[in-house]
């Protein structure tokens, strides 16, 4: 089936081509410069950039895939969760396209994308669903943080989240705090990795809670703290790397310690990662070494799938629509607040 995507949940415009479980094209356009001067994404900008940038995008990545406008036979659009405004422009311009040449029409959940992007690799990437296994998932965006038991293809529940801040965002908001640009995540990433992670103890919110969800509101304010206590700090570029490193290793520390805590709980054999800080290499990293001392499988998304891509609501949509789901009425509407079980993936499930 030759579907295609449209990603616009937040600052990344999307467009994607899919065939037969191939990714064709996944054209992205970032917004980051524009929301760097604000320090964070500001709704009603990323709205118009995606109105500007949805026509050249989605004609890129058809010109890249070398297929016509009339060839595509089916359609599909993240539907939330999102920003409203940024979620409309793609959600609306797949169904106008659906309704005018009388094709399919899928909405995706952003989450469940991202969900099942670990299994997309190679050139050109290809969705492996041959090789899936049951597995724990961990989910960490700039919005979203959480931990997913995913018992089968589309049949998952959601075992916890973030209970304020996504580690996404503990990162850009630490970031700022020492004066590092937006989004600070790629920046203390960068810096982190010529610091020395011990130089300085700040808290591992939760890791001794037997439950499954995060909090990172109090490791941003401690590090507030920090920094009024020792105001000098951010004018010796050395200390600034260690700050860093210290902050990296208590959000990267709770992450890998509660993912394998619930990967051993619930006796899976594997481990998938994805969303936008699985780009961290330290993540990438730790989470490798945690899992060859357990002795499980990991399956981290691939560096340009970690971050909004329409490759991944592309490879999800077709999967679905070559399954049991029936397709998103022409008329339907957003929804921002999508929760992730809400989606219904097991009514819709695709036989794995
Ligand atoms: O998945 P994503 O593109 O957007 C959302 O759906 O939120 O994730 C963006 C987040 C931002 O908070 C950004 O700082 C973070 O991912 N990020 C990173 C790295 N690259 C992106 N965080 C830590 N290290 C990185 N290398
Ligand atoms: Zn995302």
New binding site residues.
């Given amino acids: 089936m030759l579907l295609l995507a449209l990603e616009t ?4 415009t999307s467009a994607a081509v899919v065939r037969d479980g191939t990714v064709l094209a996944n054209v992205v356009s970032s917004q980051f410069q524009l929301h760097a001067e604000y320090g964070g994404v500001v709704p009603e900008l990323a709205t118009r950039e995606h109105l500007r940038n949805l026509l050249p995008v989605t004609h890129a990545a058809l010109r890249e895939a070398g297929v016509t406008p009339s060839q595509v036979e089916a359609f599909a659009a993240t539907r939330g969760p ?1 920003l409203p405004n940024a979620l409309m422009t793609g959600f609306t311009a797949a169904q106008a396209m659906a309704f005018a040449s009388r094709r399919p029409f899928l909405g995706i959940h ?1 989450h469940e994308a ?1 969900l099942y992007s670990p299994w997309i690799a190679g050139h050109p990437p290809r969705a492996d669903f041959a090789a899936f296994e049951p597995n724990v998932s961990l989910i ?5 943080t959480m931990l997913v038991h995913v018992r089968g293809a589309f049949d998952h529940i959601v075992l916890g989240s973030t209970l304020d801040d ?4 503990c ?2 908001k630490t ?1 700022k705090l020492i004066g590092l640009p ?9 810096l982190a990795a010529e610091g020395n992670p011990r130089a300085f103890d700040f808290p591992r919110p939760l890791l001794r809670e037997e439950n499954d969800d995060f909090s990172f509101a109090g490791l941003k304010t401690s590090v507030l703290y920090f920094l009024r206590k020792n105001p000098g700090l951010t004018d010796d570029g050395q200390r600034i790397r260690d700050l860093c490193a210290s902050v ?1 290793a208590a ?1 990267i520390e709770t992450l890998v310690t509660k993912t394998m805590r619930a990967a051993r709980r619930l006796g899976v054999r594997c481990v998938t990662a ?10 990438r990293r730790d989470l490798l070494a945690a899992c060859e001392r357990a002795g499980l499988s990991l399956r981290l998304a691939e560096q340009s799938l ?4 329409a490759a991944m609501i592309g490879i999800v949509a077709e999967r679905k629509l070559l399954g049991s789901a029936a397709g998103t009425d022409l008329d339907a509407e957003i929804e921002p607040g999508w929760g992730l079980e809400d989606a219904d993936g097991r009514q819709l499930a695709a036989k794995p």
């Fill in positions: 949940s937040c600052d990344e999102g952003h991202h960490v965006s700039g919005g979203h996504a580690a996404g965002e990162f850009d970031a937006y989004p600070g995540g790629p920046q203390m990433d960068r990296q959000i994805s969303g936008g800080v699985t780009c961290n290499r330290a993540l970690c971050t909004d891509n």
